[in-house]
């Protein structure tokens, strides 16, 4: 089960507010701000900044 949309419409980035977007395989949520990545680990968002990776643009 993936994540929910109603759930990506209304999760943020702790760090800076901004939207978020599911990465293409689905392993984490991106941020468009600043290139966080938080990961999903069985189907929940882990929106703890200490878990996220920052990814390249």
Same mark, same amino acid.
């Given at each position: 089960?993936?994540?929910? +949309?109603?759930? !990506?419409?209304?999760?943020? *980035? ?9 990465? %293409?395989? +689905?392993?984490? !949520?991106?941020?468009?701000? *600043? ?9 929940? %968002? ?12």
């Amino acid at each position: 089960m993936a994540v929910s +949309q109603e759930l !990506l419409d209304i999760l943020v *980035c702790p760090l800076d507010k901004a939207p978020l977007q599911l990465k %293409p395989d +689905q392993s984490g !949520l991106k941020c468009e701000k *600043c290139h966080r990545v938080y990961p999903i680990k069985d189907d929940i %968002p882990v929106m703890i900044i200490e878990e996220a990776t920052v990814e390249s643009e």
